[in-house]
């Protein structure tokens, strides 16, 4: 900021001495030129004129205001964010310093253009000195003399006046902006540690929250087999009644009394029975004896070879006949319809409608 000002200034001065110098080969130019100056320089004259020293502060001022701006800009970013800002900022202060290099040059070959107009000005203003002074003299004359000219240069001595006041205001009110305290670098770390902390928390809420929608939809999911589920048992215990009021239906149908009378006297029968089957049986195992003892009298007295050939032809004879029996066994088997899948099947389902009820109740 104060090498561009000092350029701008270097070039209004290079650009007055070339006024100057085209002011000696033309007088009357030169001489109207400069009354116009002075009379804008009396009617519109620049506010900031005499506060260059209160202008800086100001420019140092919001120059540390951005820079603070700037501090929190990074403060706010993440890590890429930042480290690309510093990058950009870096290659900007590069180009600046660059750009400060090429203007010191110019401000030095415009510092030396500047000696040398100013000694040739010396010698071309030798002779018109004196003239200028008179015509300078004649025009504050008539600037004196006109009372018009006097009240407009009140009024902007005024504007300039409160022009400035209002300057110092604003000089006071960025100066106390900078007197405010600003955080250390330790302060800064702990903020940033909060913030980072913070964003973890953040991150950590966030699964929790995630993992929390998942166990509400698969509790919803169950939520929703379980009505299924309840439908399904309603409609089976309905069944399961149902059949209940039929068995008792069918129950009240036998006389109780009756079939204990009959069973009680078909035990009596049983037994009766039970009493002339084992006498039958004393009577056929003494018969069987009797039989095996003549059995054996008469394998004693038939030991000959039809006897032998009698027995094996016997032998096969019942092996074929018990073949024969398990042939038609397993044809019956065969034959006989399997309700164990079925069965196993109806056990299953019992078993997992007793488990879900279980879970229900627990949960309830």
Request: glycine fraction near 2%; include cysteine.
């Amino acid at each position: 900021m104060s090498q561009e000002f000092a350029v701008q200034k270097l070039i209004g001065e290079i650009e007055n001495i070339h006024e100057e110098g085209r002011a000696e080969e033309e007088k009357m130019a030169q001489l109207s030129n400069r009354m116009k100056e002075i009379e804008s320089t009396m009617v519109g004259k620049d506010p900031m004129f005499g506060n260059k020293e209160e202008e800086k502060r100001v420019g140092d001022l919001k120059r540390s205001i951005a820079r603070i701006e700037e501090e929190i800009q990074l403060l706010d970013m993440d890590d890429a964010a930042a480290r690309e800002c510093l990058l950009d900022k870096a290659k900007q202060e590069q180009e600046l310093n660059d750009n400060s290099y090429i203007l010191s040059n110019e401000i030095k070959d415009l510092a030396t253009e500047h000696r040398e107009l100013r000694s040739r000005l010396r010698v071309l203003n030798g002779g018109a000195a004196a003239q200028l002074l008179e015509r300078m003299e004649e025009i504050d004359a008539s600037l004196s003399s006109s009372a018009d000219a006097k009240a407009k240069i009140e009024n902007d001595r005024i504007s300039i006046t409160s022009a400035i006041e209002a300057l110092q205001k604003e000089i006071s009110a960025a100066k106390k902006l900078s007197e405010c305290p600003m955080p250390s670098r330790n302060e800064v770390d702990l903020m940033k540690e909060e913030v980072a902390f913070t964003n973890s928390q953040l991150e950590i809420n966030q699964d929790t929250v995630n993992r929390l929608q998942q166990q509400k939809l698969a509790r919803m999911e169950e939520l929703n087999r379980v009505s299924h589920l309840e439908e399904r048992m309603e409609a089976e215990m309905k069944e399961l009644a149902r059949r209940t009021n039929q068995m008792t239906s069918e129950m009240e149908k036998f006389d109780m009394d009756a079939l204990k009378v009959d069973s009680a006297a078909r035990r009596e029968d049983l037994a009766e029975r039970c009493e002339c089957f084992e006498q039958r049986l004393n009577h056929i195992n003494a018969t069987m004896s009797k039989l095996r003892v003549a059995y054996d009298e008469q394998m004693k007295r038939c030991g000959g070879e039809n006897w032998v050939s009698f027995e094996e032809n016997n032998m096969n004879l019942q092996q074929s006949m018990r073949a024969v029996c398990e042939l038609h066994d397993k044809m019956n088997k065969d034959n006989m319809p399997s309700y164990s899948g079925t069965k196993s099947e109806c056990l299953e389902l019992v078993q997992k409608l007793n488990s879900m009820i279980l879970r229900c109740n627990e949960e309830m």
